[in-house]
């Protein structure tokens, strides 16, 4: 009879689909792992030396603001950033592990799929032999009870086998398609990691120029940095002055009513997560959670030093970061202009001391923000940018003594991108030629009222 000679082979088909994975995939799987699991140990021990530098960063941070400091400053920052590179690094290897551990998962699944299609193949065409013999006609032909019954309890353990190999099957084909999403997600974070390695070496090569432009200007002696921090301080001073007689001749309104809600927190702060969050780390050295180093308005330094910024204040704020920190976009937009005053000079090769390096961009929602002392700009006038996209790195140009970046919220209505020769009383000074965002005194804006 068919379905006697069906249940043996159905047997051994289904119990070694179900029970037996295959010993060279657990094998290959436990390999990667152990590879896996040493990556993160190397990691760990790269964040504690990370770590440790910005002990030794914070304590240069605190002295007074000489040429050895600056070097030294640097220095480590480029070991740091070195150990940094190391631990994207590894986790770049530890994703394409975990990419290879996952797709020997998938061919296994595939493997699964084919195997128990095939059994459910041969189960149909056993059935279908067996069924030119209606069952009933086959549980009267038989001799006694015990026969026919048997016979009946066959027909079912196939119908039952047949049933929990589908369920089978549709677990693994589910399991597959979780490990396909699961490389999807790897892979998308394995494209972020070259990403960010890409900007760390960018980083290094920020910080080494720097180093090595600083070198060149003081021939490493300390009496001519100093010479050249009184020089950037006097320069500012005059910048300062000339922008204020600007702003009075912008004659631009502001209608507060146009501007987004205080407190509406409409933008992100520029700067990725994971330096915000070690910003958070580090109350201890800057007396709040965001690096800031000075804040919007009459601060202490601005009132301590009134010839720098007019008794107007600080327009905007500043945060503490290494040269070459990857900026952000605090909200999508168009950039309106970017620049570089330092390109500017006298007749008498006096620098334009200002801005340094900078961008900016309007949002659409009656703000612009501005980003200041950039070692490097990755955007271009009219290029629309995403919320968090990198628009350039932190740097210390233009009037900076030590690598921050100058954050500004200006009030669209109230700016104008503006060659400061275009207005009376600067021609000749040397920012006469520096472009730059130029705004009416209520056109800025505190940026904590929108992070």
Known sequence: MKVFRILPILLIFSTSLVVAPLLAHADATSDIQSKIDANNQQVDALKAEIAAFQKQLDALGEKKNTL?????????????????????????????LEIQRLSLSINNKESSIAENQDVIAKMLRDIAIGDETPLIATLIS?????????????????????????????????????????????????????????????????????????????????????KLIAQKQAAEQ??????????????????????????????????????MFDCANRKSTFGNLFCIT????????????????????????????????????????????????????????????????????????????????????????GQSVAVGQVIGLSGMTGYATGPHLHFGVY????????????FKGVSGTACANASMPVASLDAYLNPLSYL
């Not at 009030?411 to 275009?422: D, F, V």
């Open 68 to 96: 050895q400091s600056t070097i030294d400053t640097l220095t480590i920052s480029q070991k740091q950033l070195t150990s940094q590179i190391r631990v994207t690094q590894s986790k770049i290897s530890s994703a394409n």
């Open 238 to 275: 005059s910048f300062e002055s000339e922008l204020t007689s600007l702003q009075a001749q912008l004659n631009l309104i502001v209608h507060p009513g146009l501007l987004p809600k205080v407190g509406s927190g409409v933008l992100t702060w520029p700067f990725s997560s994971a330096f």
């Open 294 to 381: 000075q804040y919007f308005g009459t601060t202490p330094f601005a009132t301590a030093n009134p010839q720098i910024y007019n008794n107007h204040g600080h327009n905007a704020i500043d945060i503490a970061a290494p040269i070459g920190t990857p900026l952000h976009a605090a909200l999508g937009g168009t950039v309106l202009a970017t620049g570089n005053t330092d390109l500017a000079h006298d007749v008498k090769g006096h620098q334009c001391y200002s801005f340094g390096k900078w961008v900016m961009i309007v949002h659409g929602n009656g703000l612009n923000t501005m980003y200041a002392h950039l070692s490097e700009i990755d955007v271009s006038k």
């Open 411 to 422: 009030a669209t209505e109230g700016t104008q991108i503006q060659t400061l020769g275009q």
């Open 142 to 226: 038989k001799q006694s009870f015990g026969d026919a019954w048997r016979t009946a309890d066959q027909a079912m353990q196939l119908n039952t086998s047949l049933t929990k190999t589908i369920e089978t099957l549709r677990s693994i084909r589910t399991e597959l398609a979780a490990n396909r999403d699961s490389v999807a997600a790897a892979k998308a974070d394995l494209v972020s990691l070259q990403k960010d390695l890409s900007l760390q070496k960018r980083s290094i090569d920020a910080s080494k120029t720097y180093q090595q432009q600083l070198l060149s200007q003081t021939k490493n002696q300390e009496s001519n940095y100093q």
